[in-house]
Nanobody, 128 residues
Framework: EVQLVESGGGLVQAGGSLRLSCAASGFTFEDYAIGWFRQAPGKEREGVLCISSSDGSTYYVGSVKGRFTISSDNAKNTVYLQMNSLKPDDAAVYYC?????????????????????WGQGTQVTVSS
């Protein structure tokens, strides 16, 4: 059974940090790009960051550059999203997604139907 399970969300004050995890199972981890997306109430879902063995790290949105980083632990089939200097505008449900290589990071952000698997999401709340 394919699973992407996010964890690490919660409530944090503005300026604080959180680390989200996306644990993958049921597919060959190295053959997929893993991306983080977020959706705030009343807003469209937007891509945040992506990582893959072929593309490295790809930023989808400029507002997180210098604050968010993505990393991968292939031994644990887990991707992490380190979020520092959080702002109220970062509050959203964060989802991880997987798309097959090649081209996974670029294509999953352009075409939502290119995503093969989605996680269930984890809530991030940032208080001002």
């Amino acid at each position: 059974e394919v699973q992407l399970v996010e964890s690490g969300g919660g409530l944090v004050q503005a300026g604080g940090s959180l680390r989200l995890s996306c644990a993958a199972s049921g597919f060959t981890f190295e053959d997929y790009a893993i991306g983080w997306f977020r959706q705030a109430p009343g807003k469209e879902r937007e891509g945040v960051l992506c990582i893959s063995s072929s593309d490295g790290s790809t930023y989808y949105v400029g507002s997180v550059k210098g604050r968010f980083t993505i990393s991968s632990d292939n031994a644990k089939n887990t991707v992490y999203l380190q979020m520092n200097s959080l702002k109220p505008d970062d509050a959203a449900v964060y989802y991880c997604a997987a798309a097959a290589l090649p081209g996974g990071c670029i294509l999953m952000n352009r075409y939502s139907n290119y995503v093969d698997f989605w996680g269930q999401g984890t809530q991030v709340t940032v208080s001002s």
